[in-house]
């Protein structure tokens, strides 16, 4: 399959070997170069290396090592289903040029969705949103449900793109047929200019203390009944609606946060639900993190979603 501009040469895959057969595969073992049209539709994995957004949005720069976090903390999780697993190359953002490497976002993601892949975009700020959902309404363009798992509503308005922007900018692009769901958010970290925006473009709002109190079954049931009325699903996962006990690796760490029982099961009712299309990973920032403690984290959440797919 031919993606123009992406870096089809990321870090090669590694990780604990224990013997040649399926019955020993961990993700390093079994990951594949999607380099064919017409491999089976699967799992397909693209990173964005990209700090800018997060610089421009005045947060703490690092974001663009992710994607080679990412990958180093799923090459040893054990893989017990046969689903096949592409690592189709990063999107490299050069110098402060955001707008040009999230239209090559753009178009991969479109390119991945249009032949059958579930494509889960790796790191990056949070414009990375913006880039890949614009993509996925290339392929889909209509009936798209969004669901933001965030401490943030990342509806900022600003006089350019920023990783604090995408979700106004893709209420902007698709009008009317704007579906977004955000669980997780802080009130203390956003303001009421954006709960008044969030209020008039109709967004669902639940909050890091509702999510806690639901808990993890209701949270889920909440993310599944978003699902119910779309066609196609974004589920778009930011790092930093975790407590910073849990996810220390970010730009912005969270006092409180949600559980990260709640989260994985809203990945896994997203996953569950057969219609997700698009999934984005974003925010950690290796340079933060401990132990890589972030990391396996997200790699554990993303084995939880490709797990769940219907």
């Known amino acids: 399959m031919t993606l123009p501009g992406i870096d089809r040469s990321p870090a090669p895959w590694t990780g604990r070997n224990d013997g040649p057969g399926p019955e020993h595969a961990r993700w390093h073992s079994v990951v594949q170069p999607l380099d064919s049209a017409d491999a089976a539709p699967g799992v397909a994995l693209l990173g964005f290396r990209s700090d800018e957004g997060v610089r421009r949005n005045g947060g703490r720069q690092g974001a663009a090592e992710a994607p080679e976090a990412l990958r180093a903390a799923l090459g040893s999780l054990a893989v017990h289903d046969e689903r096949p697993r592409y690592d189709a190359g990063d999107v490299v953002t050069s110098g402060t040029d955001l707008e040009s490497a999230q239209e090559r976002l753009s178009g991969a993601v479109a390119s991945l969705s249009e032949a059958g892949h579930t494509v889960i975009a790796l790191g990056g700020g949070h ?46 692009h698709v009008g009317e047929d704007f579906r977004y769901s955000v669980l997780g958010i802080s009130a203390p970290n956003n303001t009421r200019v954006l709960f008044d925006t969030a209020r008039e473009l109709g967004v669902e709002v639940v909050t890091d203390d509702a999510v806690e109190e639901m808990g993890p079954r209701r949270a889920a049931e909440v993310v599944a009944r978003a699902a119910a009325n779309a066609d196609h699903l974004h589920l778009s996962i930011d790092l930093d609606g975790l407590s910073a006990a849990v996810a220390p690796g970010v730009s912005a760490p969270a006092a409180v946060g949600v559980s990260l029982a709640a989260y994985r099961a809203m990945a896994r009712a997203a996953a569950a639900s057969g219609k997700l299309r698009l999934v984005d990973v974003a925010e950690l920032n290796p340079r933060f993190d401990v132990d890589g403690r972030t990391a396996k984290v997200a790699a554990r959440l993303i084995e939880d979603i490709v797990g769940a797919l219907a």
């Open 127 to 172: 414009e990375i949103a913006w880039a890949t959902h614009r993509g996925l309404r290339r392929a889909h363009p209509q009936g798209v449900q969004i669901v933001n798992l965030d401490a943030h509503f990342d509806l900022r308005r600003a006089e350019r793109p920023t990783s604090g922007t995408p979700f106004l900018q893709i209420a902007e």
